[in-house]
Each structure stands twice: as structure tokens, then as C-alpha cells.
């Protein structure tokens, strides 16, 4: 029987968790913002010493989700030089891929919001050639993860339950802390698989 | 003496002058076999045995990664240094035994890079020869800018132009040409990496205005070996084998600790590497650091020293060894 992982306190967990900053201005001639929902918040908080000349070298790309146009004027206040919202995560990730295509070395990219977004943008950044390692990242919003099922290879997004059930395959898998930075995504491995009629009840454990 | 890397019994093999400062050794290994593989970027260390005093100096290797049936490196000769390469182009013949330690990177490629941006100064070409061997074997992308005193002192200037074509750039100071860092570290695509190998200035300028234009530290990579910098004698105290010895004007504080038969770790002898690093037990007086690997604040501690190329000036300095 396989004891279901609280995701209380991410922070102590194994080492392929990812763990999450805070946003803080970097020194550089370009700046790329990638963030979604409440990740917003998380621009609006960055402290930065020459506002208006930093974000006249700044580019966003925002994805309101759930948050409507909440963080919308705030954001747009911000004067940036180029600002794009999008109404979906994969629509934003063509966006950054198109601008990392031709981006050089010495941009700083700022990734904001909920695990899902933070992962699939540094994902491609990492495609892109840029180091993770450099990458600044704050978590705001949501819990909810993406989680790629480790029998079919199917990814379910926004995996808010443990237990899951595969939204392709159907297996109900146990939704580990183990992270593929390469997939972004969280591994879902059959709950039950020596005992299907074992059935443990989901909780909704990642909000 | 078990400290460093093991040991390679090499013979010379070919001695060749490059230009009135610049000479080549080949070594192959005395029982006939390969010699170890290496990465580009590696050095190892030549001992010297000059007259009652050894000599251990760090040289790059030039030859290619990809036949290890020899190594080449090039000395240049430095009338005013310490003897090290005064020695090379004095003494060393073909057909000489001498000892080298295993190969050691502590410049290497980071090979996931999708262009490697390298910048030589000088003699700090060599590196970067055995680099280019190992990317174009593999059909990586690389650029070279390489800044030399004058075309007649360009090492191997016109032998890497002639192979790697458009990818080197020279620039020679008597005609008044200069890389324009600024510049080139403006428009590199993501991914690039960048490797500076010269006189310190040249690696500070790099460093500095990679980092001013937002370059994370990952993406920036240089090697200065130090020469251990000559200076007034001082005592050292040896806690741990409770011996008291006085290093020379020209020698090195780990070479004074060596002469006194105590083995000390070491890998490069230049300040980078880290792997001498001391623990001071007290300090009357002050330390004069040269090393690349302690950071300001250990500096300023006085509880640390690199015995490869600092010195002391005071009464006593006494250390954990």
C-alpha cells in the first residue's frame, strides 16, 4: 500500500522538486517577464531601482487565466516596451519561443505564476539554450501540476488530486514530488497496480 | 611525493621553435603506450629538475584531444620569470626523460553550448588549440579572437587561419587593432558561452563587461595561470609537522613546504583550482594573496591562504600543515 505525500511544504521534499525564488531585478539591456494569473503579483512586487528605464528595455508576456483582468491595468501601467497577453499557456509559449529565437546572450528571463507555467516556459527556454540555473522564478497562485503519467507518457495538466486519474490511459496513478525538467512535469505512477481493486479515495491536496 | 595527480614518464620527442619567444615540446610516454585521453582545456604539470631544485610548473596542453599518442605544449620564454621556462628552452633536448602529471581541466567546455565564443591573448592561445581540435571533430560551432603582439610573435596564427579559416580573428597590437569586446559580447546568441585565456587585463575586461551586459557567471569561463609572484623571504611556521622553514625570494610558499619533505596537495600551482588551500593558524604580520579561488572576504579573513602563489610579509606566519 502506498502512503499518499502531502504537498504542504514543498521545501522539504526530494531534490528534483523544484524550488522557487523571488523576482528580483537583474543587470542586463533586455528583460523577458513570463507569467500567468497571480504571477502578476509577483512583477508588480519586484522592486526596481530606475523603473521606468528598466521596463523600457522590458518585455511581457502575460497570461490572465482564471485572474480575468485583475492584474491587466496594473500591468500595463508598468509602461514595458513590448506587453502581450494571451488566452492560453501554449499560444504564451510560442510567443517566448519566437522571441528566444532571436534573443542574445544577456537577457534575463523572469518566469512568475502557477508550477505549470514556470515549467513548460523554461522548458523552452532551456530548448533555447539558456542555462535553468539562470532562469529567476516565483510561484504565486495555484498548486495545481502537470503531471506525465510514466505508463502511457501522457501528460494530464493542472492535476489538482492525489490520487489521479490519467486523462489517457485511465490508470490511477499516485502523483509524485519526482520532476522531469526536461517533460515539465511531475511523474504519475500507477496507485494500484498490484491490487486495482484497491481504490484510495482523492483528495484534493494541490490548490 | 603522492600529491598532485599521478605521474607520467614522458619522453621529448620534438623541439621546435615557433618564433624568438615561443618553443614547442612533444612528449610521448616512455613505455611506448597512449598517453591518457584528455579534454581540450586540460593542463598538466612539467617537473624540472634544475640542479637541487625542482620545478613544477602547470602548461596547457596544445595538441589535439583526439590522438593521444603525444602531448605538445608551448613555453614561452620569460627572461625575467623564475627560471621555469628558462629551463625548457635551455635545457629540456629531444630524447630527455622527464616527469608530467596526469592531464587536469580546469578549463573546459561546456559542450552544451550552441557557440563557443573564445578570446586569446598571447600565449594563452594554447588552450584553445586543443578546444578547436576537439569542436571541429565534432562539428561544434566556434569563433576565435585571438590578440597578439605582432604578426611575427603570433603563435600558431597563420597554421589556425589556414585550418579554421573564417572562424579566427586575429588582431595585432603594432598595427593598432583590438578586439572590441564590447561589441562582440552584444550580439552572441543564447546559448553561447565565452572563454577568455591572456594577461590578467584581458580576462578582467571580459569578465567584467560579460557580467555588465547581463552574462550569468555559467556562461563566462577564463584561466590565468599565476606565476608564483618572487618577494622578500619569510618564516613559516608548520604546526602539524612542527617544522619552521623560510621561503626563498624566488620561491614559492608550497615550494618551500615541499623542499622541506612534507607533501602537500596541489593540481595546478597557478591560483585556480583550489586544491592547496591552508588553514592559517595565526598570522603576525600580512598575507599577500595572488590566488584566483579564496574570495574577498576569505581574503580579508586571514584564516586562509593558497600556498601556490601568496606570500606572507611580517614576523611568523603559521599554518595547519
Known amino acids: ?207 | 611525493m603522492s600529491a598532485g595527480t599521478g605521474k607520467l614518464d614522458v619522453l621529448v620527442t620534438d623541439i621546435k621553435p615557433i618564433n624568438t619567444l615561443v618553443k614547442r615540446f612533444q612528449f610521448e610516454r616512455a613505455d611506448g603506450r597512449p598517453l591518457p585521453n584528455f579534454s581540450g582545456g586540460a593542463h598538466v604539470v612539467v617537473e624540472m629538475k634544475d640542479d637541487d631544485r625542482m620545478r613544477l610548473n602547470p602548461y596547457s596542453l596544445m595538441s589535439s584531444p583526439l590522438d593521444t599518442s603525444h602531448y605538445a605544449i608551448s613555453v614561452r620564454r620569460d627572461d625575467q620569470g623564475r627560471g621555469g621556462s628558462l629551463f625548457m628552452h635551455n635545457q629540456v633536448a629531444v630524447g630527455d626523460r622527464l616527469v608530467i602529471s596526469y592531464p587536469v581541466n580546469l578549463f573546459a567546455l561546456d559542450l552544451r553550448a550552441s557557440k563557443h565564443l573564445m578570446l586569446a591573448g598571447g600565449i594563452g592561445i594554447t588552450p584553445f588549440m586543443a578546444q578547436m581540435a576537439q569542436l571541429a571533430a565534432n562539428g561544434s560551432n566556434f569563433e576565435l579572437h585571438y590578440s597578439c603582439r605582432s604578426r611575427s610573435l603570433a603563435s600558431y596564427a597563420q597554421e589556425i587561419s589556414a585550418h579554421y579559416d573564417h572562424r579566427i580573428h586575429l588582431y595585432y597590437d603594432d598595427e593598432g587593432q583590438q578586439i572590441d569586446i564590447s561589441t562582440l559580447l552584444s550580439g552572441q546568441a543564447l546559448g553561447t558561452q565565452v572563454y577568455v585565456c591572456g594577461p590578467r587585463g584581458m580576462i578582467d575586461a571580459v569578465c567584467s563587461q560579460a557580467t555588465a551586459a547581463g552574462w550569468p557567471d555559467q556562461a563566462i569561463h577564463f584561466e590565468e595561470f599565476i606565476t608564483p609572484p618572487t618577494g622578500k623571504p619569510f618564516k613559516v611556521r608548520l604546526a602539524r609537522s612542527d617544522k619552521t622553514i623560510t621561503v626563498g625570494e624566488h620561491q614559492s610558499l608550497l615550494e618551500a613546504i615541499e623542499a622541506a619533505g612534507i607533501d602537500a596537495p596541489y593540481l595546478c600551482r597557478g591560483g585556480a583550482c583550489g586544491q592547496c588551500e591552508t588553514d592559517v593558524l595565526s598570522c603576525d604580520g600580512s598575507m599577500l594573496h595572488n590566488d584566483h579561488w579564496l574570495t574577498e572576504d576569505q581574503h580579508a579573513s586571514e584564516k586562509k591562504i593558497m600556498p601556490c602563489v601568496s606570500r606572507f610579509e611580517g614576523e611568523l606566519l603559521e599554518l595547519d600543515r
Not at chain 1, 508576456?61 to 482564471?66: L, S, V
Open chain 1, 1 to 207: 500500500m502506498v502512503a499518499i505525500m502531502s504537498d504542504d511544504t514543498p521545501e522539504k521534499s526530494i531534490i528534483s522538486r523544484p524550488m522557487y525564488g523571488r523576482l528580483s531585478a537583474g543587470n542586463s539591456t533586455h528583460h523577458l517577464f513570463v507569467a500567468d494569473a497571480e504571477g502578476a503579483q509577483a512583477i508588480l512586487d519586484m522592486q526596481v531601482p530606475n523603473a521606468s528605464e528598466f521596463y523600457s528595455r522590458a518585455h511581457i508576456i502575460y497570461i490572465p487565466r482564471d485572474s480575468g483582468n485583475r492584474y491587466l491595468s496594473s500591468l500595463q501601467a508598468l509602461n514595458a516596451k513590448q506587453f502581450y497577453t494571451g488566452p492560453s499557456i501554449a499560444t504564451a509559449l510560442q510567443r517566448l519561443q519566437q522571441t528566444l529565437s532571436t534573443a542574445h546572450m544577456g537577457l534575463q528571463l523572469y518566469l512568475a505564476g502557477t508550477e505549470g507555467l514556470i515549467g513548460q516556459a523554461m522548458q523552452v527556454a532551456m530548448n533555447a539554450g539558456m542555462d535553468y540555473a539562470v532562469i529567476q522564478t516565483e510561484h504565486r497562485g495555484s498548486r495545481a501540476r502537470r503531471v506525465q503519467c510514466v505508463h502511457c507518457k501522457g501528460i494530464t495538466e493542472d492535476v489538482t488530486t492525489q490520487p489521479v486519474t490519467c486523462s489517457h490511459c485511465g490508470l490511477l496513478l499516485l502523483v509524485r514530488d519526482h520532476y522531469s525538467r526536461r517533460i515539465a512535469a511531475f511523474q504519475g505512477v500507477c496507485i494500484n497496480a498490484e491490487d486495482p481493486s484497491y481504490v484510495p479515495e482523492k483528495q484534493e491536496i494541490f490548490k
